[in-house]
């Protein structure tokens, strides 16, 4: 079975500090992760994927995530935070069955 | 534009009573897919569907049902709410059943069962 941990349900960063928000996952089969990220009273939208082309994938907005399989990692990082990043982010893995598993997400307060 | 649409979007009802959620895609997209997101345990598949007629449970199906009667359309049904269904309800679609494909999200319902 799948299941995905993010580490840390706030996280707070200040303006122009580095963004990092950490995923760990569990899978029988080589996986596909995903971040996405929704803001307040809306949707989820992606921000990458990994699908085992490149283990470090960039994404939407300078945000980036490294695949480490020794780790089982998809930690997602952004070099400097913006006002605007503000949001709740979800890590996610997909299984066989086209299943898909969500983290219980990340809430990231940007301090101006 | 592209994009997924529920209807309401918002809901106050009460135990028992039954009531439909709508989701349309206008994207001509194989899969489907309802989840429920509440506080600390992020969102969670209840129901998804590969194309027409075929409909799987994900991990929180009970109380729920689906159909796919339509390629654009997947209704997911409460036949008797109860207060452990108000949650905030999202439907996703992607183009086919490949895994690695990107899942676009309509806007959200709001569901509360007094």
């Known amino acids: 079975a799948q299941s995905v941990t993010q580490l840390g349900s706030h996280v707070s960063v200040s303006e122009g500090a580095l963004v990092l928000l950490r995923c760990n996952y569990s899978?029988?089969?080589?996986?596909?992760l995903f971040w996405y990220v929704q803001y307040p009273n809306q949707g989820l939208q992606l921000l990458l994927k990994y699908t085992s082309a490149a283990t470090l994938v960039k994404g939407i907005n300078g945000f980036e995530a490294e695949f480490k399989k020794s780790e089982t990692s998809f930690h997602l990082t952004k070099p400097s935070a913006h006002m605007s990043d503000a949001a709740e982010y979800f890590c996610a893995v997909s299984d066989l069955g086209n299943q898909f598993y969500f983290g219980t997400g990340t809430s990231l307060t940007v301090i101006p | 534009e592209a994009q997924v649409t529920q209807n309401p979007r918002y809901l106050i009802t009460v135990t028992g009573k039954k009531l439909t959620v709508t989701c349309s895609q206008n994207m001509n997209h194989e899969y489907m897919s309802w989840y429920r997101q509440d506080p600390g345990l992020g969102l969670r598949q209840i129901y998804y569907s590969m194309n027409v007629e075929v409909t799987d449970k994900g991990d929180v199906p009970e109380g729920y049902k689906v159909s796919r009667k339509e390629k654009r359309n997947f209704p997911l049904i409460l036949e008797s709410p109860s207060p452990n269904q108000t949650s905030l309800y999202f439907c996703?679609?992607?183009?086919?059943?490949?895994?690695?494909?990107?899942?676009?999200f309509g806007p959200g319902t709001r569901l509360t069962v007094l």
């Open positions: 899978s029988s089969v080589p996986p596909y």
């Open positions: 996703a679609s992607s183009p086919n059943r490949d895994r690695y494909n990107e899942q676009f």
